[in-house]
T-cell receptor, first 114, second 116 residues
Framework: DVKVTQSSRYLVKRTGEKVFLECVQD?????MFWYRQDPGLGLRLIYF???????EKGDIPEGYSVSREKKERFSLILESASTNQTSMYLC?????????????FGPGTRLTVT | AQTVTQSQPEMSVQEAETVTLSCTYD???????LFWYKQPPSRQMILVIR??????QNATENRFSVNFQKAAKSFSLKISDSQLGDAAMYFC?????????????FGGGTRLMVKP
């Protein structure tokens, strides 16, 4: 079974703090993603990476950055946390071979910024 | 840009009954996949069912089946013989097969409640 793990299930941070959310997958997938989940808005893509050190902006990258130094690890960074970044953050990794496509999700990190 | 719309924020169904969740999408692509994901309360998002756009036959997985209407850009999920464990948020999602990164575009979700 593919495992995607996230470093914390719940996190409380103060406004202005630098926040790191870590994601690790154990299946050698090349593509990894960070989504933000808010009620009524579904999941929105923040950033994705298709290889080590490669990253692309998603739909809502403002206020976030990412790091992919190793294939299995994809980190989301909030340089200066703000209250409007209080949300559920989901990491995912993707497998694509021919027409077979699967995206696996981590358990999520619920971040509260006070 | 692709969009996915779920028009039902909440649905409820009686245990053992059948319920249908709606999803529409907008795309100019011809090769794409559609998905339904389930997110139980405080639990991990899991894939329920997948439909390849090039396949005319509707996908089925046990009690879950889809009604894929490509021309209408509609992709509904039918849950038969509903069980208490089906209670969850359900998300419809889309990906164009050859888009950069192959990321998913999600609808806003439908919360399904199952009454005993």
């Amino acid at each position: 079974d593919v495992k995607v793990t996230q470093s914390s299930r719940y996190l409380v941070k103060r406004t202005g703090e630098k926040v790191f959310l870590e994601c690790v997958q154990d299946m050698d997938h090349e593509n990894m993603f960070w989504y933000r989940q808010d009620p009524g808005l579904g999941l929105r893509l923040i950033y994705f990476s298709y290889d080590v050190k490669m990253k692309e902006k998603g739909d809502i990258p403002e206020g976030y950055s990412v790091s992919r130094e190793k294939k299995e690890r994809f980190s989301l960074i909030l340089e200066s946390a703000s209250t409007n970044q209080t949300s559920m953050y989901l990491c995912a990794s993707m497998f694509l071979q021919g027409n077979l496509y699967e995206q696996y999700f981590g358990p999520g990190t619920r971040l509260t910024v006070t | 840009a692709q969009t996915v719309t779920q028009s039902q924020p909440e649905m409820s169904v009686q245990e053992a009954e059948t319920v249908t969740l709606s999803c529409t999408y907008d795309t100019s692509e011809s090769d794409y996949y559609l998905f339904w994901y389930k997110q139980p309360p405080s639990r991990q998002m899991i894939l329920v069912i997948r439909q390849e756009a090039y396949k005319q036959q509707n996908a089925t997985e046990n009690r879950f089946s889809v009604n894929f209407q490509k021309a209408a850009k509609s992709f509904s999920l039918k849950i038969s013989d509903s069980q208490l464990g089906d209670a969850a948020m359900y998300f419809c999602a889309y990906t164009a097969l050859y888009n950069a990164g192959n990321m998913l575009t999600f609808g806003g979700g439908t919360r399904l409640m199952v009454k005993p």
